[in-house]
């Protein structure tokens, strides 16, 4: 499995961005897919996840403005960010962590978001 994540970019904070991955390669029904974000001496951090029911789970702090979702037809997932804060600046990370029949995890390779004030 490889992932491509693009969509970042600089942006005035209040405006929006989506960033999208892109999946080549066989997606179990099983797998969960993950937006993760590390900013700059930070800790990567969970952002949202979406499992292949369509079950997802944000992170409190972008409820309610950030949304994820996938387009299993075109193997796509999508983060739509709105609000944008100066705060969420940071690379964002797109992942795919799989279960079943063994653990493993497939990563992207970040793209970067930059919110000015």
């Known amino acids: 499995v490889q992932l491509q994540a693009s969509g970042g970019g600089l942006v005035q904070a209040g405006g929006s961005l989506r960033l999208s991955c892109a999946v080549s390669?066989?997606?179990?029904?099983?797998?969960?897919m993950h937006w993760y974000r590390q900013a700059p001496g930070k800790q990567r951090e969970l952002v949202a996840f979406i499992a292949s029911g369509g079950a997802t789970s944000h992170a409190d702090s972008v409820k309610g403005r950030f949304t994820i979702s996938r387009d299993n037809a075109k193997s796509t997932m999508y983060l739509q960010m709105n609000s944008l804060k100066p705060e969420d600046t940071a690379v964002y990370y797109c992942?795919?962590?799989?279960?079943?029949?063994?653990?493993?995890?497939?990563w992207g390779q970040g793209t970067q978001v930059t919110v000015s004030s």
């Open positions: 992942n795919v962590r799989r279960t079943i029949p063994e653990y493993r995890e497939f």
């Open positions: 390669g066989r997606i179990f029904g099983s797998d969960v």
